[in-house]
């Protein structure tokens, strides 16, 4: 029911811009959010935005990366600038409804130096 796109090979310093759209009867949506796993590390969250749209960022894309989200889409966008090598990842789309969390099937951005 999530659907990302976007994610691609860059090289460093370049920009990538990753949507995942909700689809189906996925309801009501509170939170959104992007997740990465690296490999041989554990995944992370890297940003997230409420409904009210507030958002926040894990430290070390703070300033390169930007998340935003269009309610009457159901989607949810992350803006990566500045891409740095390690960036690179697997991408997870996260969305929170009152019953239940949805997670996509993930993007993969790899970042050349």
């Known amino acids: 029911q999530l659907v990302e796109s976007g994610g691609g090979l860059v090289q460093a310093g370049g920009s990538l811009r990753l949507s995942c759209v909700a689809s189906?009867?996925?309801?009501?949506?509170?939170?959104m959010g992007w997740y990465r796993q690296a490999p041989g590390k554990q995944r992370e969250r890297v940003a997230g935005?409420?409904?009210?749209?507030?958002?926040n960022y894990v430290d070390s894309v703070k300033g390169r990366f930007t998340i935003s989200r269009d309610n009457a889409k159901k989607t949810v966008y992350l803006q990566m600038n500045s891409l740095k090598v390690e960036d690179t990842a697997v991408y997870y789309c996260n969305v929170v409804t009152r019953l239940a969390d949805f997670w996509g099937r993930g993007t993969q951005v790899t970042v050349s130096s």
């Open positions: 189906g009867s996925i309801g009501s949506i509170n939170a």
């Open positions: 935005i409420t409904s009210g749209g507030n958002t």
